[in-house]
């Protein structure tokens, strides 16, 4: 079985936060988990945002 995880947002340069707001890191993060669906990947648990901002989902196959 393989791991991956898949992760949205851009960090600001000396910042703990991201750039974009949290719509379009959803959006962001949803298209990037419809194309590793397409090649064969499952989300696994829970979308988790990081103390930076960043949204990441677990994917497995």
Aim: aromatic letters at 4%; hydrophobic letters at 35%; glycine letters at 12%.
């Amino acid at each position: 079985m393989d791991y991956k995880m898949v992760t949205v947002g851009t960090r600001k340069d000396g910042s703990q936060g991201v750039m974009e707001d949290r719509e379009e890191l959803e959006a962001a993060l949803e298209d990037k988990v419809k194309n590793a669906i397409r090649l064969g990947w499952r989300p696994v648990g829970e979308v988790v945002t990081g103390p930076d901002g960043r949204m990441n989902q677990s994917m497995v196959r």
